[in-house]
Each structure stands twice: as C-alpha cells, then as structure tokens.
C-alpha cells in the first residue's frame, strides 16, 4: 500500500526547499568570491534535495514493515514493533533494543486552512496505516 498527500500538496511540500534554493541560485549569481559562490551552491544542492525529499513524503506499506519517507529521512519499521499510530499522526513504535521510539508521518500532517477535502484524503489515509498496523497485532 502507497499512501501520499495528493498531487498538489507534494508540490506545495516541496516549496520548503525550492524557494530558498532559488534564492541561492541567485545569490550565486551574483557573489564576487569564490568562497561564498561555493558554500551558496552547497546550500543550494541541500534545499534541492530538501525540495525533492518534500515532494516524496508519504509511506509504503508492505506485507511485515513500513517506510516513512520524510523530510530528513527514511525510516523502515517492522510491522510487529508498532504499537499506536497517533492522532499527531505519528508512529510509535519500539527498536530493537527495546527503547520506545516515534517516528511522525510529516505527509499526512493537516493545518487549520487548508482544504476539507484535503484534511479527510489525510485523516483516511492515517486510518488505513492504523487499520494495517492492527493486522500485524491481530
């Protein structure tokens, strides 16, 4: 099961790293030392990777774990170390060693001004996470 935010809301997810890396680009642009050119394009090559990262946000369930794409990084969790999806939407979850982890589903966040239709596409597709984590436990 592949769960992401609609088509517009990836775009809007990747705004996060494409304007300032925009920015860069143009301070790039126009920098006078070689320095400050170089350390704007680093910075431009992490808000592009910020940008693309932001676009891929969501999760994949597959038949014993889940993958959490978000904005720093991807998380594989076994589907039997799940205890809660939360209302945050979060995972909880406990690591091999026992220690109790959680791990938030940045994808599927909602705010108080974005769309109804976009609120219930992402309160359903954290039902169905939680629907599949019970089957684990079941």
Known sequence: MQLSPTPLNRLANSCLGVVPAVAGIAYVVQADHGVLRFAAGLVVIAFAVLAVRGYRLGVTCEHARMTVRGYLRTRV?????????????????????????????????????????????????VSKLRRWARRGHG
């Open 77 to 125: 969790i076994d589907r039997e170390r799940i205890s809660e999806v939360t209302d945050f939407p979060a995972v909880r979850w406990t690591d091999r060693t026992g220690r109790a982890r959680w791990t938030p589903l940045v994808a599927f966040r909602t705010s108080p001004g974005e769309f109804s239709a976009t609120r219930l596409r992402k309160e359903r597709a």
